[in-house]
C-alpha cells in the first residue's frame, strides 16, 4: 500500500492523456450524450485506464482501517477538474480552485483521528506539502549552507518539526491516501469507484466535498483526436453539455448509509443560501456548507436540511493570528458526523 503516495510509486499522471488513445485513436465511437442523465454518462465514457490500479490502493486502505484501526474514514474531494477540448489535450477549461480547502481540511480530519483518502486534482495543494509548497519562489528558500552542508533555515525550523511531526504520524499510522484526477472524467469514474468501496463501512464513512467540478463538459463522442487548428472565420465556438447530477447517485446508490457534506460556490451573496437550500432539496444529503470566492477563506455557512443556517465567520484577531478556517469547519463537522452514525447505529 501507499499511504502517503511517493510520485514515483505510481504507474500513471492523471495530466498525461492517455498514451493509447492519444496517438492512435482506438476508443469505439460512442453515441452523443444527449440526456443530462448518470447512468448515461459512464455508458458513453471511457473509464481511465488506471482505475483498476486506484480502486485496488483504496480498498486496502479501507480494510486496514476496518481491521486494524477501526478510524473513521473522510473521502476528501479536493481542487478543480478540467475539461479537455482536445483528445490529445492542448487546450482545456478549468474550474477555479487552489486545493486550500481540501488539503488544509486533510489535516484537520487527521489531527481528530480519521483515515483521509484524499481525491485531488493532480499538482494542487496537498496536505502538509502545502506549508512549502506555494509559499516561497523555490523549496531552496528553506535550506541555507552550513560548513558545506545543507540545514534547513533556523528561520522556518520550529514551524517545520510541528508539521513533520503531523506529516510523520499520518504516514506512520498509514492514514492518508493520495489519489489525483486532471479531468472531469476521470474525477467522476473514480469517485464513483471509491464512494462504492466506501459503502462497507456504512455510516463510518463520511464525504467531502470541496472539489471545484465543472457543470459543463465536452462529450468523450465529440472530442476531436488532434488540436483544433485555427479556422479562416477566426472563432472557435464551444458547445458543451451539462454535467449530469452526480450527487444524486451518490446519495441514493454508490453511498447510502454514510454521511455526505458538499461545499456550494458563489460569486453573488444573495444568491448564495437559495442555492445551498436547493442543492439539499435536490440531493436529500446532510449538509451543505456555502462559501464566496471572494470571503471563502474568512466566512462559510452550514445550511442543514432543517432550515437552519450557522455561519462560521473569523473575527480579526483570529486572522491576524492566521488562524485557518478549516480549524473551525472540521469539529463541526465531526461533531454532525459522530450524531449521523449515533442515530444510524440506532435503526
Ligand atoms: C468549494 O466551494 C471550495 O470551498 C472552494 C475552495 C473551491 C471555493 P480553494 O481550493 O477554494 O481553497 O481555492 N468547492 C465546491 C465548488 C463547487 O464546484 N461546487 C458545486 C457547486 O457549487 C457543487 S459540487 O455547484
Known amino acids: 500500500m501507499t499511504p502517503i503516495s511517493p510520485k514515483q510509486s505510481k ?30 454518462y459512464f455508458k458513453t465514457h471511457k473509464p481511465p485506464s488506471y482505475l483498476g490500479e ?3 490502493q483504496v480498498s486496502e486502505f479501507i480494510e486496514h482501517h476496518k481491521k486494524v484501526t477501526g478510524k473513521k474514514v473522510v473521502l476528501v474531494t479536493s481542487g478543480g477538474t478540467t475539461v479537455p477540448l482536445e483528445n490529445n489535450t492542448v487546450r482545456f477549461i478549468d474550474n477555479f480552485s487552489a486545493g486550500t480547502r481540501g488539503a488544509t481540511s486533510a489535516e484537520y480530519f487527521l489531527e481528530n483521528d480519521y483515515a483521509v483518502i484524499f481525491l485531488h486534482r493532480e499538482f494542487s495543494l496537498l496536505p502538509y506539502s502545502r ?13 541555507t549552507e552550513v560548513n558545506n552542508k545543507v540545514e534547513i533555515n533556523p528561520d522556518f525550523a520550529d514551524q517545520m ?36 468501496l466506501l459503502q462497507s463501512l456504512d455510516s463510518k464513512a463520511l464525504f467531502y466535498l470541496a472539489a471545484a467540478v465543472s457543470d459543463f463538459f465536452l462529450p468523450q463522442s465529440r472530442l476531436p483526436q488532434h488540436k483544433i487548428q485555427s479556422q479562416a472565420t477566426g472563432k472557435l465556438i464551444v458547445d458543451l453539455e451539462q454535467v449530469p447530477k452526480f450527487l444524486s447517485r451518490l446519495v441514493d446508490n454508490w453511498a447510502p448509509s454514510a454521511m455526505i457534506v458538499s461545499f456550494k460556490l458563489e ?18 444529503h446532510q449538509l451543505v456548507i456555502g462559501n464566496l470566492l471572494q470571503t471563502r477563506k474568512k466566512e462559510v455557512v452550514f445550511v442543514t436540511p432543517d432550515g437552519k443556517e450557522n455561519w ?3 473575527t480579526n484577531e483570529q ?12 469539529p463541526e463537522v465531526i461533531k454532525e458526523h459522530k450524531s449521523w452514525v449515533t442515530n444510524h447505529d440506532r435503526k
Not at 269 to 277: E, P, T
Open 319 to 330: 486572522i491576524d493570528q492566521d488562524v485557518e478556517i478549516e480549524s473551525l469547519i472540521i
Open 11 to 40: 504507474s500513471f499522471r492523471t495530466s498525461n492523456p492517455e498514451a493509447d488513445s492519444a496517438i492512435d485513436r482506438t476508443i469505439p465511437d460512442f453515441p452523443a450524450a444527449q440526456i443530462p442523465d448518470e447512468d448515461k
Open 161 to 196: 518539526l510541528v508539521v513533520l511531526r503531523k506529516y510523520n504520524d499520518a504516514k506512520t499510522s498509514k492514514s492518508l491516501l493520495l489519489v489525483p484526477f486532471t479531468t472531469v472524467n476521470q474525477y467522476l469514474y473514480t469517485l464513483r469507484t471509491i464512494s462504492e
Open 312 to 314: 462560521i465567520t473569523l
Open 131 to 143: 506549508h512549502y509548497s506555494h509559499t516561497t519562489n523555490c523549496f531552496l528558500d528553506y535550506m
Open 54 to 56: 486506484i480502486s485496488e
Open 267 to 284: 460569486t453573488d451573496s444573495s444568491i448564495l443560501i437559495k442555492k445551498a437550500k436547493s442543492a439539499l432539496d435536490r440531493y436529500q
